[in-house]
């Protein structure tokens, strides 16, 4: 009878082993995830508002350096830089919506001249006028007589092919044009409804902006799947100038990625600075600090045209050209803005061809998230984008009469961050629990439950006070037997 009772007990130590590495790993995994929510009181919510992470804004500036003999000689582009920035990044007018699961947040972003730059922001700089460019694109489709009235403003207000101005201009501090004034008091469809500014910068009103990117609402996880997936984008839930797939808002915000992410994974992130959502490409798999990492990339595919991913089709709107270059037009209040990978990385050869200097080289210019598969924590990140501006030839405007058609490399930018390594120790700490903890859980169960057994057979026998001999002749058996089986 006793040993009945020890075989029951021996059973339950075996189905509790069981038991406990079932629970133990979703134990951890609820741990994990509750850490990985975003909700005020967890553990990511405070770096989240404010990464602590050291974040860099490198600038590239191409400046343009024999652009007197244009258009008879080929753009010469020297590229200069980088123009280092430290960024400060925070999130702000953050909202949880607890009914929907969701929060919605701006970010502001501040930057900072760094002197480890090459170059310094007094560095006077070539390129293309892109007031000019811009003014001259969004009349394309004005009648002849409006045309002449724009190419004798433009020579009346000493608008060239080119501006030369100092890097703290172009970039952030902007500079003043007779244009930008003239655009206040014309109507909305003459400038693509964009706000009158009062200077002109490539990054201009970007400094301390809660505007830039837009109104972010995201899932925080708390309703289950996967935190930082995007749900709608200032106030649009669909992207309004683009059609079908193209024009859906979906993927991560790009600070929570899906876990258990494999090769066959696609990673797919709304950016707002492509005003679209981006599918990354898995590329390769690797370690860093002994932690692996599958590498998702931009691909041909990201920014096709449509001859290879007929998917893409819908992001032309009507006119497919270029292969690897993105249209950012119609969110640019219709500014001649196309945006590539630096140096035209995976774009048609043509666009390399039309201008001298671009050397495009995968480990500089790719853009790509390498990223922990099981946690799904980005560890190394480059973000590059190129903005270029659109020029074609216009009979009635003097200035553009013998340009050709082609792409205008401006400048390219970078965004590099790796996580440091205490986080990596971390990480890894969190991947052995992962990994090793349902096994350690069960040791400790069948250790736990052996305990439990034994106590519960020596409790029972002299509890009911047996025969001495019959203890006397079970515990010897049992003990061996039980040590046998806690192996
Ligand atoms: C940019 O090119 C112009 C024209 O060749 C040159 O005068 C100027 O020094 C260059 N700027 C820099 C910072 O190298
Ligand atoms: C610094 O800029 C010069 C051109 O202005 C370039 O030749 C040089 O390679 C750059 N150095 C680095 C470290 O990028
Ligand atoms: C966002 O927050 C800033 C201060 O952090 C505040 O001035 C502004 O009014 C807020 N905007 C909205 C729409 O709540
Ligand atoms: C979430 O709720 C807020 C108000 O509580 C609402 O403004 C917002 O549109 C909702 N978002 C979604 C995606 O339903
Ligand atoms: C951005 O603004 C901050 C604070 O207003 C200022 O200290 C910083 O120099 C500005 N950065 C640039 C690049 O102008
Ligand atoms: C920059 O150089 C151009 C000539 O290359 C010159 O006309 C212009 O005045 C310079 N700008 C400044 C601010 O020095
Ligand atoms: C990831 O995979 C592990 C086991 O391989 C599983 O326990 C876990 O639930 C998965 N997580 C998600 C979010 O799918
Ligand atoms: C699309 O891109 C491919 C490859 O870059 C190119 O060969 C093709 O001519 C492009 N199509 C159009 C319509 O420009
Ligand atoms: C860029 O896109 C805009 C609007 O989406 C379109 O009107 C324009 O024709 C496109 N430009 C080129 C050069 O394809």
Redesign the pocket.
């Known amino acids: 009878m006793y040993r009945a009772l020890c075989t029951v007990a021996r059973l339950a130590v075996a189905a509790a082993a069981l038991a406990a590495t079932l629970c133990c790993d979703s134990i951890i995994e609820a741990a994990l995830n509750l850490q990985i929510k975003l909700n005020p009181h967890s553990r990511a919510y405070n770096d989240w508002v404010a990464p602590s992470v050291p974040l860099l804004f490198d600038v590239y500036l191409f400046n343009w350096t024999n652009s007197e003999r244009f258009p008879e000689e080929i753009p010469n582009l020297e590229q200069l830089g980088p123009y280092r ?1 430290r960024e400060r990044r925070t999130h702000v007018n953050v909202t949880f919506h607890p009914t929907n699961g969701s929060v919605s947040y701006r970010t502001q972003r ?4 760094d002197e480890t730059s090459n170059g310094t922001l007094q560095d006077n700089v070539t390129i293309l006028n892109v007031i000019a460019a811009s003014a001259i694109y969004r009349s394309r489709h004005w009648n002849f007589f409006k045309q002449k009235g724009l190419s004798m403003v433009l020579a009346m207000s000493g608008h060239g092919m080119t501006t030369s101005r100092l890097v703290r201009e172009l970039l ?2 902007g500079f003043e044009d007779p244009l930008l004034d003239m655009a206040k008091s014309l109507p909305a469809s003459a400038t693509g409804g964009a706000p009158p500014v009062d200077k002109f910068g490539l990054f201009y009103g970007r ?2 902006s809660m505007d830039t990117e837009g109104l972010v609402e995201v899932t925080t996880g708390e309703l289950g799947g996967i935190p930082g997936q995007i749900l709608s984008w200032d106030y649009h839930k669909s992207l309004p100038w683009y059609e079908g797939e193209c024009a859906k808002i979906t993927g991560s915000g790009g600070e929570f990625m899906p876990h258990n992410l494999t090769e066959d994974s696609l990673l797919t992130i709304f950016m707002p600075d492509l005003c679209r959502t981006v599918h990354l490409e898995y590329e390769q798999s690797g370690q860093i600090g002994g932690l692996p990492y599958n590498k998702y990339a931009m691909t041909d595919i990201s920014f096709d045209n449509s001859s290879r991913t007929p998917l893409n089709s819908c992001f032309c709107n009507g006119e497919c050209g270029w292969g690897g270059v993105m249209n950012v037009s119609a969110c640019r209040f219709g500014s001649p803005s196309f945006l590539s990978l630096p140096h035209f990385l995976h774009g048609d050869p043509e666009l390399r061809d039309t201008v001298r200097g671009m050397q495009p080289d995968p480990d500089l210019h790719s853009f790509y998230f390498a990223v922990e598969p099981r946690l799904g924590v980005p560890l190394d990140v480059a973000g590059r984008f190129q903005f270029n501006v659109f020029i074609e030839p216009n009979p009635n405007i003097a200035l553009y009469e013998k340009v050709p058609k082609m792409l205008f490399p401006i400048f390219w930018v970078e965004q590099r961050v790796k996580v440091s390594e205490p986080v990596i120790s971390e990480l890894r700490t969190v991947r052995a629990i992962l990994d090793w903890g349902g096994t350690v859980c069960a040791c400790a169960a069948i250790l736990f439950a052996s305990y439990v057994t034994i106590a519960t057979c020596c409790a029972k026998k002299s509890q009911y006070s047996k025969p001495q001999e019959m203890i006397v002749s079970e515990k010897p058996k049992d003990e061996a037997e039980m040590k046998l089986n806690s192996m």
Do not use: G, P, Q
């Open positions: 920035f501040s930057w900072y001249f952030f501090d400094n301390n």
